[in-house]
């Protein structure tokens, strides 16, 4: 199974006709995903990826001509926020946004309509999910994954590629990988995605990705020592940062208590999570520890 995507999904993609939705629009559609409609504004009636997916003016008559349930948005960030919240108005299930330095204002105000309505929204700065071998949103390269059982959490982008690597070598597989992106105000939390992984049958054992600053590994690991009885293997980035310093992405700033890598390292670790020294450690901690769930 898979969490939030799947073959079904029925997907717009919000600035089709751009550089960045051509592109990784079309390595969408050449994986498999089912991609029914564009949305531009001034654009619709024209059609894009090769002449193949309708292009239309908004996401509501996107949504009302193809029954479309998922977005993703590749749209310059000062016109993303505005682009998240008309795909919410339009009740769209959930909704993908790659788009990097959205204002923090404009994310206060797309968190408030998340709060009221039952969208799901993965990101901004993220590099998006998927569902191995049914749906790719975003910009995952496809070819590096195998379908298996693994569900692969991160807040940094290449990271994520990085463990797909690491648990494909090992023999394993994904069921789904996703970022939640790096931004301060982002739409779902470690703890939102691990509800879904802990409830897919599916998903046997599950690796998460966390960075310096702020406090989301440290709840989520003390959500998983009370809730959550799958096998998780865990590595925090930016080990070797110095306190105060910004580490690439804008949640990336370590102001000291927990938020340093070797206190989210300790926590994690007594919260039954087994942390890898190096992302290296990604694949064959995993493995080792299935082996042994297996043996009981």
């Known amino acids: 199974m898979s969490i939030l995507v799947n073959k079904d999904s029925r997907v717009i993609i919000q600035g089709i006709t751009g550089s960045e939705g051509t592109f990784h629009g079309q390595q969408m559609l050449d994986y498999g995903t089912n991609v029914v409609a564009g949305v531009t504004p001034g654009k619709g ?15 509501k008559d996107a949504k009302i001509a193809t029954n479309a349930n998922t977005s993703i948005v590749f749209v310059p960030p000062r016109f993303a926020a505005n682009a998240i919240i008309e795909a919410i108005n339009a009740g769209i299930e959930t909704v993908v946004c790659i788009s990097e330095g959205i204002p923090v204002k404009d994310m206060i105000e797309v968190k408030n309509k998340l709060d009221n309505l039952k969208t799901t929204l993965i990101g901004p700065n993220c590099p998006g999910i998927i569902s191995v071998d049914e749906c790719k949103l975003g910009i995952i390269p496809g070819f590096i994954c195998k379908k298996g059982s693994i569900g692969i959490l991160s807040k940094s982008g290449t990271l994520t590629y990085e463990a797909i690597d690491q648990i494909i ?10 970022g939640i992106g790096g931004d301060q105000i982002i739409g779902s939390d470690m703890i939102d995605i691990l509800k879904l992984f802990n409830d897919d049958p599916e998903t046997n054992g599950i690796v998460i990705i966390g960075e310096i600053g702020g406090t989301m590994e440290v709840d989520a690991a003390r959500w998983i020592k009370e809730n959550c009885d799958k ?6 980035a930016g080990q070797t940062a110095p306190p105060g310093r910004r580490m690439g992405h804008a949640g990336a700033i370590v102001s000291g208590g927990d938020e340093t890598a070797e206190a989210k390292m300790n926590i994690l670790e007594n919260c039954g999570i087994k942390v890898c020294k190096t992302v290296a450690e990604i694949g064959g901690n995993m493995k080792k520890i299935l082996k042994g769930v297996h043996n009981e």
């Open 169 to 178: 070598k090992e023999g394993l597989g994904v069921s789904t990988a996703l």
């Open 231 to 236: 096998p998780i293997v865990g590595f925090i």
């Open 45 to 59: 009636g024209l059609k894009a990826l090769d002449n193949t997916i309708d292009v239309y003016n908004n996401v």
